[in-house]
């Protein structure tokens, strides 16, 4: 079974700083998604990562696929309040089976 | 419309009562999912439908019966539930059955259960 881990598992912050998250497995991935949950919510997607070393900027954020394809990271310049949420990383295996992390409650105060 | 809508919102029950969930989408896909969200733990995948067909159960327990009239439309019934089944319960769909590349996946507000 194929697993993701994520960390930290929680963080809080203070608006304007800036913040790593983690995403690693020891199996490799075909393509791996971040998604952010708020709320009251389900989750939405943010962006997805296919290329090993990839690296792709969505305003703030900042994914990065690893070499391997075994591990990603999430940057966040700048953190606001309105970044406050799970988030959570999903790796496909080549269409074979579709796992999630636990995610990382990020809290971002004003 | 919204794009993915499910109901109710929250939903208590006591364990020998039946009841169903419902998920509605407005996107034209035709890939549906239902998903597990308990506390501290990852997103389970419990069942996946394509054209309205069952191609993905994850060793769900039988308390738990999916159904799939059509494509826009999926129903979770639920039946005596043990109180570890109170989680957020999302559905998803997307445009197909995820194959060789991942497809991109619009979630549900989900429905918040606890099973008394």
């Known amino acids: 079974t194929q697993l993701l881990e994520q960390s930290p598992q929680f963080l809080s912050i203070q608006e304007g700083e800036n913040l790593t998250v983690y995403c690693n497995s020891s199996s490799v991935f075909s393509s791996l998604q971040w998604y952010r949950q708020e709320p009251g919510e389900g989750p939405v997607l943010l962006v997805t990562?296919?290329?090993?070393?990839e690296v792709k900027k969505l305003k703030r954020l900042t994914f990065q696929f690893g070499d391997a394809r075994k591990d990603s990271s999430l940057h966040i310049t700048a953190a606001q309040p309105g970044d406050t949420g799970l988030y959570l990383c999903?790796?496909?295996?080549?269409?074979?089976?579709?796992?999630f992390g636990p995610g990382t409650r990020l809290s971002v105060l004003p | 419309e919204t794009g993915v809508t499910q109901t109710p919102r929250h939903l208590v029950m006591g364990m020998t009562n039946k009841k169903s969930l419902k998920c509605e989408q407005h996107?034209?896909?035709?890939?549906m999912y239902w998903y597990k969200q308990s506390a501290k733990k990852p997103l389970e995948l419990m069942f996946v439908y394509s054209l309205e067909e069952r191609v993905e159960n994850n060793s769900v327990p039988s308390r738990f019966s999916p159904e799939c009239p059509n494509s826009s439309h999926l129903f979770l019934h639920l039946h005596t539930l043990q109180p570890e089944d109170s989680a957020l319960y999302l559905c998803?769909?997307?445009?197909?059955?995820?194959?060789?590349?991942?497809?991109?996946?619009?979630f549900g507000p989900g429905t918040r259960l606890l099973v008394l």
């Open positions: 999903a790796g496909d295996n080549y269409g074979q089976n579709f796992v």
């Open positions: 990562v296919v290329t090993g070393g």
């Open positions: 996107l034209g896909h035709n890939a």
């Open positions: 998803a769909s997307s445009q197909d059955r995820k194959g060789a590349a991942v497809e991109t996946q619009y």
